[in-house]
């Protein structure tokens, strides 16, 4: 089989834990996928006059999906992008203005899980019950990438073919990390990379009326986090390291994109700094920045609006 030749499809449950019937229209593009099957494997002890091993039972399994999908919108003001499924599914809520933007902040509840599937050339490798954790890295020049880690509450390998009724992938063009009007506690900081993870807890949910021993993946908690690099200057210009030691609460935003169904603003309001090491990009002196992103209200951490 072609490594290039594969497919994606992800559709949130009608029910929790029951596998949804994929279609065309639930396939997006996606880089770098892999599928990671785990079954334990319960061994058998048992004494005899051998000391040859006994076989084991297979017991409870589950399988994890990963991949990274471009960060850009769907071409129109106030239409969720295919990437919104995705983040829904990793605890994350969208507010829909028709017409004008859309919004994706953490949310506590109403966290649904969401069936997903490989099609790679004539195997379908797919999860259920799944919900996951994404992360999101922007690099000077380059469009910015979310990576998605999916656990599922079982999984399936089978022969099949790939899609071919109803897809049609999102044509927009992902905007470069460029003119990104970068402040971090109102400083235009000279930053080369962002990176931030949700560091959300996912944890299997024991059924054992379920053929693989769980009815879902489940959020249970997020940790959220940012790094970035920084070029390091004068405490005049900016005292990082003063800030470091006040425990300084700060905003960060940054933009992607200047088209109209394809401006990315992302936004957090209270940024803490836990970490610095002093860093080297090029003979030029940075600073290696580490940050806990805190809540203002509660659920709002972490902004994602598309307009």
Known sequence: MLKAL????????GTEGS???LAGADALLVMNPSFKPSIEMGPRDNYSSSLSRWSSVPGKRSAVIEFDVELKGSGTAGTAPALGK???????????????SVTYKPASASIGSMTLALYW????EEIWGARGDASLKLEDGKPGILHFTFTGAD???????MLTSGVAYESTVPPAFLNASITIDSYAALVGALEFRMGNKVALRPDAN??????????????PVLSMDPEFVTVATYDFFGKLRSGNLGALTATL???????????APKVQYTNITPGDKDGLLSLGMDCLLTRNAGDDELSIVFT
């Open 6 to 13: 594969l497919q994606l499809a992800a559709k949130a449950e």
């Open 210 to 223: 379920a053929a693989s021993g769980h009815k879902s993946a489940v959020i249970t908690g997020r940790e």
């Open 121 to 124: 050339n004539g195997v379908i």
């Open 19 to 21: 596998a949804e019937t």
């Open 86 to 100: 995705l983040l829904k599914a990793c605890g994350f809520g969208e507010t829909v203005v028709a017409g004008t």
């Open 257 to 267: 994109g200047a088209a109209a169904g394809n401006i990315c603003t992302i936004t």
């Open 155 to 161: 999984f399936s390998v089978a022969d099949g073919a």
